[in-house]
Nanobody
Framework: QVELVESGGGLVKPGGSLRLSCAAS????????VAWYRQSLGKKRELVAGIDGGDSTTYAESVKGRFTISRDLDRNTAFLQMDSLTPEDTAVYYC?????????WGQGTQVTVSP
């Protein structure tokens, strides 16, 4: 199986920035798709950003121009750079990967945007 571990969450003021990381490990595997999801209090988990094997990216309308998804294939790590954060971005952020062993989810990392 493939294990995903997120890091980089925390408390940040409105207008600030955070960079989330998602490290993948496990037996022999390859990842063809990586995405970041988030779930806010009282809401469904939603797709924030995704990147496919051809480095084509997609973003939720609410984060376009503010968030950037990327990955370092040599380090098996994906990133989510979050800029111009607002209180509406407060959520638990989850890393997702489509791997040769099937779908894999991280445990989530809390992002709180508050004065």
């Amino acid at each position: 199986q493939v294990e995903l571990v997120e890091s980089g969450g925390g408390l940040v003021k409105p207008g600030g920035s955070l960079r989330l990381s998602c490290a993948a490990s496990g037996s022999a595997f390859s990842i063809n798709y990586v995405a970041w999801y988030r779930q806010s209090l009282g809401k469904k988990r939603e797709l924030v950003a995704g990147i496919d094997g051809g480095d084509s990216t997609t973003y939720a309308e609410s984060v376009k121009g503010r968030f950037t998804i990327s990955r370092d294939l040599d380090r098996n790590t994906a990133f989510l750079q979050m800029d111009s954060l607002t209180p509406e971005d407060t959520a638990v952020y989850y890393c997702y990967a489509g791997t040769t062993w099937g779908p894999s989810w991280g445990q989530g990392t809390q992002v709180t945007v508050s004065p």
